[in-house]
T-cell receptor, first 110, second 110 residues
């Protein structure tokens, strides 16, 4: 079956680093996506991994290991505005639909 | 560049009333279009997706329907709303890459 797991909630301190993990079990794989969703707003695209390794975009990095069915999103130099939910999603081979995780609510404390 | 417009932003409707939410995309041709619903504190639930004009796939049986009368227009409808239809409705588009979401419509059925 299809399954994506990520922690429900995490807390981190302003200025620190946090790693949000995502594990997946799908029948195929054609890319993994990370989205940020602030409360009451639509998700916005953060990163896309289709090959193993690390993709870096400013303060945000995303890592993928296809053999382990594992990804993480790394946020550095945390700011209060990073308080949001972070959604992991996987695209299977067969179509363009995404399988979504339930999201990780990240709380940043001063 | 591509943009997606979704309206209205908020809507309060009585039980049993009809619904029509509209979404349009600019700057791209023949995009994949999606309607998602997100209940409070929950993950994203795919309702409908479309790979072309007049082609609609339904993921969840319910009292909602979708139509794509033009290449870049996607409409979500209901003839009679239920209380359980309350939620945050998101339209999205994609080509080969990630999904891009509209700002969403917060629907409250009273």
């Amino acid at each position: 079956g299809q399954n994506i797991d990520q922690p429900t909630e995490m807390t981190a301190t302003e200025g620190a680093i946090v790693q949000i993990n995502c594990t997946y079990q799908t029948s195929g794989f054609n890319g993994l996506f990370w989205y940020q969703q602030h409360a009451g707003e639509a998700p916005t695209f953060l990163s896309y991994n289709v090959l193993d390794g690390l993709e870096e975009k400013g303060r945000f990095s995303s890592f993928l290991s296809r053999s382990k069915g594992y990804s993480y999103l790394l946020l550095k130099e945390l700011q209060m505005k990073d308080s949001a939910s972070y959604l992991c999603a996987v695209r299977e081979d067969s179509n363009y639909q995404l399988i979504w995780g339930a999201g990780t609510k990240l709380i940043i404390k001063p | 560049s591509q943009t997606i417009h979704q309206w209205p932003a908020t809507l309060v409707q009585p039980v049993g009333s009809p619904l029509s939410l509209e979404c349009t995309v600019e700057g791209t041709s023949n995009p994949n279009l999606y309607w998602y619903r997100q209940a409070a504190g929950r993950g994203l639930q795919l309702l409908f997706y479309s790979v072309g004009i007049g082609q609609i796939s339904s993921e969840v049986p319910q009292n909602l329907s979708a139509s794509r009368p033009q290449d870049r227009q996607f409409i979500l409808s209901s003839k009679k709303l239920l209380l359980s239809d309350s939620g945050f409705y998101l339209c999205a588009w994609s080509e080969v890459g990630p999904l891009h979401f509209g700002n969403g419509t917060r629907l409250t059925v009273t």
